[in-house]
């Protein structure tokens, strides 16, 4: 299993990006995508969770991200996305991408994108 995170990169408060995460090795459409952050100044931190998108269409985002970010998918091409729009630098973080299969627990992890917002 292959969860592949792109598109981070360094932007100015207020400006917009936008994140994906292809998936090799899993039935994508069965799988429930999230997207996950963890600042780097704080690796004992757990990661907190920032959008999901079940399997079935159902949609949930952190409070601070509402308004603002938009998760998405593709099953055709096994892809999860994440459009980050205003960004503040307290969205500053390693944003990783999930994949959780909820009738048996399982899941699995990118290895992360780091997203830097400058003041």
């Known amino acids: 299993v292959q969860l592949v995170e792109s598109g981070g990169g360094l932007v100015q408060a207020g400006e917009s990006l936008g994140l994906s995460c292809a998936a090799s090795?899993?039935?994508?459409?069965?799988?429930?995508m999230g997207w996950y952050r963890q600042a780097p100044q704080a690796p004992g931190k757990q990661r907190e969770l920032?959008?999901?998108?079940?399997?079935?269409?159902?949609?949930n985002y952190a409070d601070s991200v509402k308004g603002r970010f938009t998760i998405s998918r593709d099953n055709a091409k096994n892809t999860v996305y994440l459009r980050m729009n205003s960004l503040k630098p307290e969205d500053s973080a390693v944003y990783y991408c999930?994949?959780?299969?909820?009738?048996?627990?399982?899941?699995?992890w990118g290895k992360g994108t780091l997203v830097t917002v400058s003041s």
């Open positions: 999930n994949a959780h299969r909820a009738v048996s627990g399982i899941d699995h």
């Open positions: 090795g899993i039935t994508f459409s069965l799988y429930d």
């Open positions: 920032v959008a999901v998108l079940t399997s079935g269409g159902s949609r």
